[in-house]
């Protein structure tokens, strides 16, 4: 499990996945967010979802929603677990993430992200502003 935490700058943020040397690394990827009020103590704010994080990405009871390339998460919709469905027939998947009115957001994924770049990179306000998160 790969976690990061960002303050919301934007209202808007894509989650990019490539395939590379022609495949993706896996068909799909779970991915877990939460709304936090308060992203600046990033050790705090991850250690508070880490287990539950855990649980879900490591569950195999359909409590993660499956999302279609194109498809939006919502992290303040109750929603915290998804389950990136990759596009076959593209070389590019992109799922946009809603942040209307979030102050931050933890992420913890399945994967480290950079196994599914291969020209662009995962995480990109709609400004085209990308992200390195640690």
Known sequence: MYPFSIA??????HRFAQKVDGEYVDPAMKIVLYAVDDPSDID???????EEAAALIDADDGSCKD???GDTM????????????????????????????????????QHVPIEFERDKHYLKDSSGKQYVLL
């Open 44 to 50: 705090a704010t991850i250690h508070a979802y880490e």
């Open 74 to 109: 919502d992290p303040s919709d109750g929603q915290a677990c998804y389950n990136l469905v990759f596009d076959q027939d593209s070389n590019d998947s992109e799922f946009p993430i809603n942040t209307d009115g979030l102050k931050g957001m933890v992420v913890f994924g």
């Open 8 to 13: 919301i700058l934007s209202l808007s943020y």
């Open 67 to 69: 999302i279609n390339s």
